[in-house]
Each structure stands twice: as C-alpha cells, then as structure tokens.
C-alpha cells in the first residue's frame, strides 16, 4: 500500500510528522483538561491544533520532494477537508472508548483515538493534497 501513495521514506517522514502530531494533540489535550475544559471539547481541539502543526510539517519536509499539481492554499483547504474526516474518526473512536471504558484515563483513551486516523489521513493526503504533478 505504501508504494502505491509515495516512497517508504515519504511515508517513514509522514509518520514522524504524525507522531509529532501526536505530541502535539496529547499535550494540548491534557493543557486542556487541566484547565476545566470537559473532555469532549478539548478532543477536538487538541486534533484541530495538531491539524495545522501537521500541514506545516508535511507541507515543508514531508512532502517537499514532490513537484506538487495544486498551490499552498489549496493544499492547506485540502488538508483541512482531510484532517475533518480523520478528526471523525479519531473523535469517534474517542467517544466509543469513553463510553465503554470510562475509568481509563482520557489521554490514555485520546491516544487510541489517533492510531485508525492516521490511516485514512495518509491515504487520502499523499493521493489527493499532496498529489504529484501529473499524477
């Protein structure tokens, strides 16, 4: 699969770029909690702050090897529409793990959240926003 969306380094850059993401989403997530935002709040959120960290990221080193078909606006609208469905499915992912296991810690619950996310945040950024010229 990963031959198919780029190189495995792009795709070893894309997940690097992503745990970083997760470093970002996870801190603001408990900066959130701590400062009384209700959990279903903060977890989107803290993704929605890891969506702009993320498309900087990919934007200037994950993807910057590709002569790239679309301008940064439009990557970064793309991005966005991208990051809303991946923000879907983690949040959902979030709120089933809440309701099923509501005596785990919610960072612990909001890091299992990420992980089905990311797949769908890669397949469709490196096919569709980050889309080679030409491809």
């Excluded at 002569?67 to 089933?96: D, M, N, P, Q, W």
Aim: aromatic share 14%; proline share 4%; with cysteine.
């Amino acid at each position: 699969m990963v031959a198919a969306f780029g190189t495995p380094r792009t795709f070893v850059k894309f997940c690097l770029t992503g745990l970083s993401g997760v470093v970002v989403n996870l801190g603001s997530f408990q900066l959130l909690l701590e400062l009384g935002v209700h959990k279903y709040l903060a977890s989107p959120i803290a993704i929605e702050i890891s969506v702009f960290s993320n498309f900087f990221i990919n934007n200037y080193w994950t993807f910057a090897d590709r002569e790239l078909s679309s301008r940064k606006r439009s990557r970064g609208l793309r991005f966005h529409i991208v990051s809303l469905l991946a923000l879907g499915v983690s949040y959902s992912t979030f709120v089933v793990l809440s309701e099923l296991l509501p005596q785990v810690n919610p960072v612990w619950l909001q890091g299992c959240g990420i992980a089905p996310g990311t797949l769908v945040n890669y397949v469709l950024n490196s096919y569709w926003t980050f889309r080679e010229e030409g491809r």
